[in-house]
């Protein structure tokens, strides 16, 4: 069984940088995709960033140029660095595994197995 637990969240002003991590129990990284989604009040869950297995990375729009992605084979961890926080970045942090995929791209469907999600909130 699969499982992924973020840590990193918090409260941050506009501008501030934080660091997420996602940490997997029955999964290694290094041999599969993973992704960060984020959902605010309200609104649909998003595609942040996601990871293929060869290390290649991509971005939503709204957070290419601040965000990056990247993984910890050693510590079998996925990492997402935030900088240039703004208030629309706010929002619970979810870390993201396909089942079995080595590139899954931006859609929430290719994915399976979800961690609980970490909130971010970025004041103004």
């Known amino acids: 069984q699969v499982q992924l637990v973020e840590s990193g969240g918090g409260l941050v002003q506009a501008g501030g940088s934080l660091r997420l991590s996602c940490a997997a129990s029955g999964r290694t990284f290094s041999s599969y995709a993973a992704g960060w989604f984020r959902q605010a009040p309200g609104k649909e869950r998003e595609f942040v960033a996601g990871?293929?297995?060869?290390?290649?990375?991509y971005y939503a729009d709204s957070v290419k140029g601040r965000f990056t992605i990247s993984r910890d084979n050693a510590k079998n961890t996925v990492s997402l660095q935030m900088n240039s926080l703004k208030p629309e970045d706010a929002a619970v942090y979810y870390c993201?595994?396909?089942?079995?995929?080595?590139?899954?791209?931006?859609?929430?469907?290719?994915?399976?197995?979800w961690g609980q999600g970490t909130q971010v909130t970025v004041s103004s």
């Open positions: 993201a595994a396909p089942s079995r995929a080595i590139v899954a791209g931006s859609s929430s469907s290719a994915y399976r197995y």
């Open positions: 990871i293929n297995w060869s290390g290649s990375t």
